[in-house]
């Protein structure tokens, strides 16, 4: 039973999934959003508010550039993470189809790669998905083995958004670098969070998210490097140097470009912060919860991501009770949370369907703080002893 003071509590724990827009990102857009600022008009426009709005997407596009120490003039601006991945992918295939066939990735990738991929399977190009280890880490070796005179494109996340584990995408883009190969990364979570060069880190696509990293929703954008060939999937205007036709949405971007400009600030004290409330977090659930276990590797990881299994209860539930606790968590990737389908990327690394189903994504952020996660560890191996009390998984649980 929920006790009269946690009915009022709204903790969030799922930054991973979206996080709030930061006060300063909010207040850039304020004057793109209000007709009294006489800041409106589209940016393809040659009047005065037209250029006007192309000098603030450019700014914005400087800033964004600037975190992943690229040129300005190889980001590309889309309406999310999914359209800038399905731009790299198929961008890629069929405007390289005569080069290749053979496209790479992982078996962990966010579903919008995973997808896209099966997608061009089914129009005749030939997709390897590579196995990754317990931890979910995909071997620079298997990447290597992989490869085909016909590969045209590798594709890894920097950092997987349910587990956490971090890539070793520089030694992967150097690999693809050598054998002369594009190597695209998706890095909608790692963005903002962690150092990101992209000459340094051998990347020749890359994908950042704004509203993973407090700008808005509804922008991110596509690094594509120089010489880096692609079929837009968007007709029309030329908008994006004829890559992204579409009316540009400036509020978005002012506000996703200042978000990047607050993250290069505040990036290492960030890491520091988050680092040891998720750690708190891993080391008080897994010492206070019985049968519990981490998923995915217990230092390369993402700052802010703690992730675990629970045997003999249901993800779903568990989320649930949490809420009622005032506490918001996430099971899975939230992009798919709503099918209740098992995670694929749980079941990568070698969880067992019945494991998978407990799992519980905990996600720290800018605004967290220690007394957050302190209640967390409070009342969460309550919900787990009463929900292993009424569970249809611990009479048939086979180790």
């Known amino acids: 039973m929920i006790g009269k003071e946690r009915k009022n509590k709204r903790i969030y724990l799922d930054y991973a999934a979206?996080?709030?827009?930061?006060?300063?990102?909010?207040?850039?857009?304020?004057?793109?959003?209000?007709?009294?600022?006489?800041?409106?008009?589209?940016?393809?426009?040659?009047?005065?508010?037209?250029?006007?709005?192309?000098?603030?997407?450019?700014?914005?596009?400087?800033?964004?550039?600037?975190?992943?120490?690229?040129?300005?003039?190889?980001?590309?601006?889309?309406?999310?993470?999914?359209?800038?991945?399905?731009?790299?992918?198929?961008?890629?295939?069929?405007?390289?189809?005569?080069?290749?066939?053979?496209?790479?990735?992982?078996?962990?990738?966010?579903n919008c790669i995973l997808r896209s991929a099966e997608w061009l399977g089914k129009q005749g190009f030939d997709i390897t998905v590579l196995p990754v280890d317990k931890y979910g880490i995909v071997s620079p070796e298997s990447v290597e083995r992989a490869l085909r005179k016909d590969t045209i494109l590798v594709s890894v996340m920097h950092a997987n958004n349910e587990i956490g584990t971090i890539e070793p995408i520089k030694e992967i883009g150097k690999i693809c670098k050598d054998a002369g190969i594009a190597f695209h990364t998706d890095a909608a979570q790692s963005y903002g969070k962690l150092p990101i060069d992209v000459n340094g880190m051998n990347i020749d696509m890359l994908t950042a998210s704004s509203h993973k990293m407090y700008g808005p929703l509804g922008v991110a954008a596509l690094y594509v490097r120089k010489g880096i060939k692609l079929e837009p999937l968007l007709h029309g205007g030329g908008q994006e140097k004829g890559l992204r036709s579409s009316t540009t949405n400036v509020a978005a971007i002012v506000g996703f470009g200042k978000a990047a400009e607050i993250a290069k600030r505040k990036m290492k004290s960030e890491q520091r912060a988050q680092t040891r409330l998720r750690d708190y977090l891993i080391n008080q659930i897994l010492s206070r919860v019985a049968?519990?276990?981490?998923?995915?590797?217990?230092?390369?990881?993402?700052?802010?991501?703690?992730?675990?299994?629970?045997?003999?209860?249901?993800?779903?539930?568990?989320?649930?009770?949490?809420?009622?606790?005032?506490?918001?968590?996430?099971?899975?990737?939230?992009?798919?949370?709503?099918?209740?389908?098992?995670?694929?990327?749980?079941?990568?690394?070698?969880?067992?369907?019945?494991?998978?189903?407990?799992?519980?994504?905990?996600?720290?952020?800018?605004?967290?703080?220690?007394?957050?996660?302190?209640?967390?560890?409070?009342?969460?191996?309550?919900?787990?002893?009463?929900?292993?009390?009424?569970?249809?998984?611990?009479?048939?649980?086979?180790?």
Not at 299 to 313: H, Q, T
Not at 362 to 387: H, M, Q
Request: net charge neutral; charged share 25%.
């Open 291 to 399: 049968d519990s276990h981490l998923n995915g590797h217990r230092s390369k990881r993402l700052p802010n991501n703690a992730n675990f299994w629970f045997s003999y209860i249901e993800g779903e539930s568990l989320i649930m009770h949490l809420d009622a606790a005032g506490i918001a968590a996430g099971t899975g990737s939230a992009c798919s949370s709503m099918s209740l389908e098992l995670s694929h990327v749980l079941l990568a690394i070698g969880l067992k369907p019945e494991e998978a189903h407990g799992s519980l994504r905990l996600s720290v952020g800018r605004f967290t703080k220690e007394a957050d996660v302190k209640y967390v560890v409070e009342v969460l191996p309550e919900i787990v002893e009463n929900l292993r009390k009424i569970s249809p998984f611990k009479g048939s649980w086979k180790a």
């Open 18 to 110: 979206s996080t709030p827009i930061d006060p300063e990102a909010a207040k850039a857009m304020q004057p793109y959003l209000d007709e009294k600022y006489q800041k409106f008009g589209n940016a393809m426009s040659v009047h005065s508010f037209g250029r006007e709005m192309k000098q603030a997407v450019e700014k914005s596009r400087e800033e964004v550039a600037t975190l992943m120490k690229a040129d300005a003039a190889d980001v590309f601006f889309t309406s999310s993470a999914t359209e800038a991945n399905n731009l790299a992918l198929k961008g890629m295939a069929w405007a390289n189809r005569s080069k290749g066939s053979h496209i790479i990735i992982s078996s962990i990738e966010h």
